[in-house]
Structures are given as C-alpha cells and as structure tokens.
C-alpha cells in the first residue's frame, strides 16, 4: 500500500482531499497532513510517503521549492502539485522539479485525482526497480514463507521431479527436513461461526497453523500450510526416538494444540495422521493414504491415525465405511435405517454396526451429523423454510429436526438463522 502525504495551507482542502477517495479501498494510505512546505519536508524525512500531493503556493516554503528540494536528494517521494490557476509557468516548473502531474483545484475531481496518482504510482514502481529498493526484514521473512509453503504443497502433490531437485529447492528456501522420520498431516478447521466470510476464514486458518507451529515447536519441528480457507496441511519432523512410538508421541501434542486453539479460536480441529516417511520424496504416497482416512474424522473421531489401518484388511473395511458415508450423504432425504443401508451393500445389520462402531464414529451418529451440515447449508442459503428442510432430510417433522438441531448446535434452526 503505497503512502500519501497531504500538504495545503487550507484546512478545507485538506479536508476535501481525504474525503475525496476510499483511499485504502485505492490502495493507498494517508500518512500525513502539513499547512506549509517547512512542515511537509520535516514529514516527509518522518514517514517517508511515496507520493505527496502539495499546493505550488504555501507560506514558509513553496509547494515547488518542497519539490526541488526532495529532487535534489533523490526521486522519491513523487510530486502530485494542486495550484489555483492554469499559468504555465507554473506547469513548467513543475515538470524540470520532477513533478508527476499539475492538478488545477477548480477542476479537481475523484477521476482526475485517481488519473494521476495511477501516473505516480508507476514512477514509484519504476524509481524501486531502478534503485533496487530492498524490502523490509518482515517482509523478506514472510516471502520467505509463502515460498516455503509453495514448495511444501508441490512436494505432497509429487511435483519434485527428483532427489537433485529436492535439495537445491530446499537449501534456497531453507528447509531442513532431514530427521529420520517425517509425518504429513491433513487438518480441518471447525469454526464456531459458520457464517464466517472467505476472509475471515483465511484470517483463522493462518492464525490456525501459527499458532499450532508456536505451541508444538517445544517438542518437535512443524510446519504447517493452509491449502484453502478451512483446511491444512501439517509437516512433523521426529527424531528416531520420537517415531518409535508415532500415536503415543503425537496424540497427546494433537489434543494439546487442539483445545490450545479451541480457547483462543473457538474453533475445533480434526487430524488424518498419515505413516511415516523416511525421506521427503516418501510423502507424496502418505499424503494420497490420507484420502479416504479424512473422509472417517467426525466430532466423536476427531484424530485417526493411518497406522490404525495398516492391515490390507483394515484398509478394506476403512473404505467401505467410506463409501457407506457417502451413500448416506446422496441419500439423506431417504429413511435410513441400519437394515436398509446394510441391505444395499449386502451385509447383515450387526456386521454395518460394528464395521461403523470401530471405523465409522456409529451409525445413528453420522447420519444426524450429516443432516445437521446439511441443514446448516441449507439454513445459510435461505432459500428454504424450516418445515421444507426439515422434510428434504428425512426427519419425521419440523419439530423433531429443531430439536435434534439444537442438541447438536445449541440453537434452534431460527436463532441459527437470525445469527448469519
């Protein structure tokens, strides 16, 4: 956001001048006001604006002295100059001190203004690159990062073509991802709010993962990646000791962070733990076993771990359940009772209850968590009544979906409603 300096001997043109633009909405900030050119010189040392918009006719020191002085000393800050009348002279001046533009006040409007300071914002761009003007240590230290997060994002999706590759990115970026024993992580971010805009969800999802990285760095190195607005990828690294016992060592430090940023956020976290990996280029296959594990993770299993299904059976009856939840969200509308599910993929009652009681969360609980996200959908959209929704997700009545509702969200459909 480029800086503006204001400087004008009148109060109302002041006045005008900040009133005139959304100026942050331009991309520019106000960073000073001054009533003579002695004042603006001493801002402008101060806070170091990008552009000024000065009047040529101020006590103490002319608008085209202010000029001609900061010229002198280099080609920054750029010169936007107002003047009463259209006398060339003026306009000549202007231009041999610099000057972008040379703005009649009479004729000032919104468009001209926004005209030329599009003009001076060029000059700015084009004065940095020829000066090479550095960026600040923060924001070295935050493009650093997003690089760091690019890299990782291309690393899970196996997008490193090679061991070369791997290291010459890392050793630019300055990653070290050389313990005996790496864990991807897949994480989902429940916020309380669910009426929450997509910018105030990237706002908790990177407050998420830096947070997490700032409570778990005392017991091991993480790095954690936002991948869209509600959802993320974590990166540990565990010593030889640490991996020996991957669930016992990483569960309780889960759970810790977890309720960490429940009391800070309001918002609950779920975890796919993926296998461990003896090298970088190994975690693109433990990212891909993820798939089906993170569809299982639910409020009553919110951390399942990928070595829980490690057996070719285990993994069997993981993605039928999978595919058992999946039936059941096409199908919500329907009555769904144990028989009837069990019945479409050729099992017995019992088998479908115990298969969904170890893998699934239970049955009877999955499916009113997937009616209740449903209706928050649907509550959001609007463009339903209550009884309609109740009826296009099976419940018997109005009443009852309000009820059940409730006890899942604390609010009753309405309320839930009145708060979006």
């Not at 947070?211 to 993320?232: C, I, K, R, S």
Request: with cysteine.
């Amino acid at each position: 956001m480029l800086r503006i300096l204001l400087a004008d001997d009148e109060p109302l043109v002041l006045i005008g001048l900040q009133g005139m633009l959304e100026w942050e909405k331009q991309g520019y900030t106000i960073c000073g006001t001054a009533r003579n050119g002695k004042l603006a010189l001493e801002a402008i040392e101060r806070e170091k604006p990008d552009i000024v918009i000065a009047d040529v006719k101020m006590p103490v020191m002319d608008g085209l002295s202010l000029a001609h002085t900061c010229h002198e000393k280099g080609p920054l800050p750029v010169f936007i100059m107002l003047t009463s009348s259209e006398d060339f002279s003026y306009a000549r001046r202007a231009i041999e001190a610099g000057v972008v533009d040379y703005l009649v006040k009479m004729d000032l409007t919104p468009t001209s203004l926004c005209g030329a300071l599009e003009r001076a914002s060029e000059k700015v761009k084009k004065e940095r690159a020829l000066t090479g003007q550095m960026p600040s240590k923060s924001e070295m230290e935050e493009g650093l990062r997003t690089l760091q997060d690019r890299f990782l994002i291309r690393l899970y999706a196996g997008l490193i073509p090679d061991e070369a590759h791997l290291q010459q990115e890392m050793k630019g970026l300055d990653l070290h991802l050389d313990q005996p024993c790496l864990i991807a992580a897949w994480g989902e971010i429940l916020p309380a709010n669910a009426a929450m805009t997509t910018e105030q969800q990237l706002k908790l999802n990177l407050a998420c993962c830096r947070m997490l990285e700032t409570t778990l760095q005392n017991y091991l190195p993480v790095h954690a990646t936002g991948t869209d607005v509600l959802h993320f990828s974590a990166l540990f690294s565990l010593t030889e000791e640490q991996s020996r016992d991957v669930k016992a060592f990483l569960e309780p430090l889960l759970k810790k962070a977890s309720q960490i940023l429940y009391n800070y956020f309001s918002a609950r976290l779920l975890w796919a733990v993926g296998r461990p990996a003896a090298a970088p280029l190994g975690l693109p296959r433990r990212c891909r076993e993820l798939d089906t594990l993170r569809l299982l993770l639910s409020d009553s299993e919110p951390i399942l771990f990928a070595e829980d299904m490690d057996s070719d059976a285990s993994a069997s009856k993981l993605q039928t359940v999978a595919q058992v939840k999946a039936y059941i969200r096409d199908h919500l509308s329907e009555k769904l009772t144990l028989a009837d599910v069990a019945a479409v993929f050729s099992f017995s009652p019992g088998y479908l209850s115990q298969l969904f009681g170890k893998y699934g969360g239970g049955f009877v609980e999955y499916i009113t968590e997937a009616r209740v996200a449903a209706a928050k959908e649907m509550l959001e959209k609007g463009d339903k009544k209550i009884y309609e929704i109740a009826e296009e997700l099976g419940f018997e009545s109005s009443f009852y979906f309000s009820k059940v509702f409730k006890k899942a969200t604390g609010l009753s459909p309405r309320e839930y409603q009145q708060k979006l």
